[in-house]
């Protein structure tokens, strides 16, 4: 079992749609908790951090973590072609910070 | 210059060459990171540095050797690679975990992506 499972998609959508994506994962020692958005050909870049549970609100992004059922989310409002990139999620235990990293959900957003 | 930079962008090597990645970090972090990315495979976290010591080797090759020379650089020197490691290789930054501010985001570099011929 991997430690943190995320659906690769792709998951097309049109424009203006709620997006939702999630991570699953077995560790339940993980502490921090963030997701990344990753442009073809371009390094990850950081959209979302969250410690522990709750919501986390940025704009049109929330993150959601519940720790009892090992879950995260990401919701993206009015979604625009400009979000169409790979999403990644992440999740570290502290410590030295070593991040675990989901294998990404590809998102296209069509106009 | 801002964030974090890597250089060369692109590369192609023979297997029998030796080159170096380079990673500036711009955001004042006294930590950082070498990742491969791989087609179809999560991020691995190949070296970690922490206030320009090593403090994690994730099982990587010996062709791979990284360099920390101060909390800004950070290097990467390949020899004798294989056609398997042609990958995008990322640098990341962050806070060091000791430092008590509770700010652990890694930020990454836009990647160097190796070709092995």
């Known amino acids: 079992q991997k430690e943190v499972e995320q659906d690769p998609g792709p998951l097309s959508v049109p424009e203006g749609a709620i997006v939702s994506l999630n991570c699953t994962y077995s560790?339940?020692?993980?502490?921090?908790f963030m997701w990344y958005r990753q442009y073809s050909r371009k390094g990850p870049e950081l959209l979302m951090y969250?410690?522990?549970?709750g919501n986390k609100e940025d704009g049109r992004f929330t993150a959601q973590v519940d720790k009892s059922s090992k879950y995260i989310s990401l919701f993206i409002r009015d979604s625009q072609p400009s979000d169409s990139a790979t999403y990644l999620c992440?999740?570290?235990?502290?410590?030295?910070?070593?991040?675990?990293f989901g294998a990404g959900t590809r998102l296209a957003v069509h106009p | 210059e801002t964030g974090v930079t890597q250089t060369p962008r692109h590369l192609v090597m023979g297997m029998t060459n030796k080159k170096s990645l380079k990673c500036e970090q711009h955001?004042?972090?006294?930590?950082m990171y070498w990742y491969k990315q791989s087609a179809k495979k999560p991020l691995e976290l190949m070296f970690v540095?922490?206030?320009?010591?090593r403090v994690e080797n994730n099982s990587v090759p010996s062709r791979f050797s990284p360099e920390c020379p101060n909390s800004s650089h950070l290097f990467l020197h390949l020899h004798t690679l294989q056609p398997e490691d042609s990958a995008l290789y990322l640098c990341?930054?962050?806070?060091?975990w000791g430092s008590g501010q509770g700010k652990y985001e890694q930020y990454f570099g836009p990647g160097t992506r190796l070709t092995v011929t």
């Open positions: 990341a930054s962050s806070q060091d």
């Open positions: 560790n339940s020692a993980f502490q921090y």
């Open positions: 969250t410690y522990s549970s």
């Open positions: 992440a999740m570290s235990l502290g410590g030295y910070n070593k991040l675990i």
């Open positions: 955001l004042g972090h006294n930590a």
């Open positions: 540095y922490s206030l320009e010591e």
